[in-house]
């Protein structure tokens, strides 16, 4: 039996629709910007693996650092005791990220690190005898597959089964000139029974790499700081360079008090899940009674060989070239949005560092169901890219060590869909 027919017996894949999924593509290798195939073909790696490589596939640095860690210490239980790698990375993130952040509390992926941070604010309020369990997220917000974080995503068809189950939010517009002082006023009347906003920053990625001003969120966010809510920003995705800075956080004044970090954190090698706060959350949980403790900890809580994967994706993130390779992604995007602008198939383009996003011109259907997705992947994958769309939207987010040469025959190949499509 094939890889193909095997996988086809005992794997159930995620986000696949049973019945009418088309054979999984098996990979074999990977390297730089590309995966490779079993028979051979090689596939430009467009979305960067949905999303968490940095500095390419099986990068032999990084590889190195794990194999070392490996043999000197594979896992250690984290309640009552530490490691160094646990600590060098805390102290070196606290190190570059906004400077109120002063803890880190690690687990396993982007959804439990999202989970971490909710518990943090709601029992924050509940540490200091405050009845505050109302929650301020955004419409269309993607936070995570698990329960709590899918209670503080806008309500879609991945939501739908569970709708009935999920905590009560508040969702809100995204902040513009136009209804940002209607937000804030909302925000000031529920200020007392409200714990946390939580809120992807600049870019919501899974609702469609929709795009946001940073004046108009740094502005809600500074309200919600006078008016006594918290304030968490999700950077799983935009964290580690996708904006053009090295995070998200770092195109606005106010500071949050939590961050989320996960696919970046380790370059895109293994899974692994990061919340810091402030030292002002953690000191609500410092306490002699038993009660206050946050009682969270996953069985592989600051996994060494993750720490040190985090730490090799550190080091080279911070090499003088990672940056250049962002503002050279940033740069040769803006060119090729400003070429194809005003395209007949073309909705619209949007641009936030290195995510670039065209949205498709489809008439009426717009869902993540139509065709039209469809049509885009298959074009795409037969020209050995994978970009794999959000309903009508195409976008653009590779890892940054992508070649010129190769953004050159990915937006080629976007033009050619452009008239074939
Ligand atoms: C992917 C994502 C998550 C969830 O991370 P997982 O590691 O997939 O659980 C949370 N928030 C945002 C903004 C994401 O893009």
Known sequence: MSLVERDLQVIWHPYTQMKTAQPPIP?????????????????????????????????????????????????????????????????????????NQAKAFYSDNGSTAIEVAIKM???????????????IAFKNAYHGDTFGAMSVSGRSAFTAAFDSLLFEVEFIDLPNADNIKSIKSLVSSIKTEVSLFIFEPLVQGSAGMIMYD????????????????????????????????????????????????????TGGTMAF??????????????????MKTLFHGHS???NPVACAAALASLDLFLEPSTQQNIDRIAAKHAVFAEKVKGHTSLKTTRQTGTILALEWETGNNTSYFSSLRDKLYHYFLN???????????????????????????????????????
């Open 27 to 99: 990979i074999v290798r990977g390297e730089g910007t590309c995966l490779y195939a079993e028979d051979g073909k090689k596939y430009i790696d467009a979305i960067s693996s949905w999303w968490v490589n940095i500095h390419g596939h099986s990068h032999p640095y990084i590889a190195k650092k794990i194999a070392e860690q490996l043999l000197q210490l594979e896992h250690a239980i984290f309640a009552g005791f530490t490691h160094p790698g646990a600590v060098e990375l805390a102290e070196r993130l606290l190190a570059i990220l906004p400077s």
């Open 121 to 135: 604010c709601l029992q924050y309020w509940h540490n200091k005898g405050e009845q505050r369990t109302k929650i």
């Open 214 to 265: 940073a004046k108009y969120l740094d502005e809600l966010m500074a309200h919600c700081r006078r008016e006594g809510v918290l304030l968490i920003a999700d950077e799983v995705f935009t964290g580690f360079g996708r904006t053009g800075k090295s995070f998200a956080c770092n195109h606005v004044e106010t500071q949050p008090d939590i961050m989320c970090f996960s696919k970046g954190l």
């Open 273 to 290: 899940g990061l919340t810091t706060c402030t030292q002002d959350i953690y000191d609500a949980f410092l306490s002699d009674d038993k």
């Open 300 to 302: 592989y809580t600051a």
């Open 383 to 421: 020209a050995g890219i994978i970009l794999r769309p959000l309903g009508n939207i195409i976008y653009i987010l590779p890892p940054y060590c992508i070649t010129d040469e190769e953004l050159n025959y990915i937006y080629t190949t976007i033009e050619q869909a452009l008239n074939d499509i």
